[in-house]
């Protein structure tokens, strides 16, 4: 993505404030690893961002129905977070020579997917989601049938 270097943000915990805020994500990658062609395509993810390690860490679940995890697994993969936007007239602005712009704010994130295969940790990254996400439903999950519980999560 190009940035003017006026626009480049660095500050990690702008930048990890910004991707909680609009975790709303879209990750993107080949659809078939063996896919010649590397045609790209996108999935929207509810992700959970968490400032650990050295670059952070972003968690999220895919749907298994969904083929898109496994040609992403193991992969560099890019998660654009848009957050909002706005046009920008050159009515408001006093310099008369001034053109119209769009003020946005967008992250890149580059990572590798890895996947998640412990049972105890998916549930963990669940839970995860639905406290960042609606906290009041986590003891309406907890009391879901073991097996309905387990085959949500068994999804990715």
């Known amino acids: 993505?190009?940035?003017?270097?006026?626009?480049?943000?660095?500050?990690?915990?702008?930048?990890?404030?910004?991707?909680?805020?609009?975790?709303?994500?879209?990750?993107?990658?080949?659809?078939?690893?063996?896919?010649?062609?590397?045609?790209?395509h996108a999935t929207h993810l509810p992700l959970v961002v968490k400032d650990e390690g050295q670059h952070g860490i972003i968690e999220g679940h895919f749907a298994k129905a969904n083929p898109h995890w496994q040609s992403l697994a193991n992969h560099k993969t890019l998660v654009v977070f848009p957050g909002p936007h706005s046009y920008v007239s050159p009515s408001?602005?006093?310099?008369?020579?001034?053109?119209?712009?769009?003020?946005?704010?967008?992250?890149?994130?580059?990572?590798?997917l890895q996947l998640i295969e412990d049972e105890a940790a998916k549930s963990a990254l669940l839970e995860g989601l639905i406290e960042a996400n609606e906290p009041a439903y986590s003891d309406q999950w907890r009391r879901l049938p073991d097996g309905f519980r387990r085959t949500m999560e068994s999804e990715r």
């Not at 993505?1 to 990658?29: C, H, W």
């Not at 310099?95 to 967008?106: D, H, M, R």
């Open 92 to 112: 408001l602005y006093a310099e008369q020579l001034s053109v119209p712009t769009w003020n946005y704010i967008a992250i890149h994130a580059y990572g590798m």
């Open 1 to 40: 993505m190009y940035t003017p270097k006026f626009n480049q943000v660095s500050d990690r915990a702008i930048l990890i404030e910004a991707m909680r805020a609009y975790s709303f994500a879209i990750l993107f990658g080949p659809i078939d690893s063996t896919e010649s062609t590397h045609q790209h």
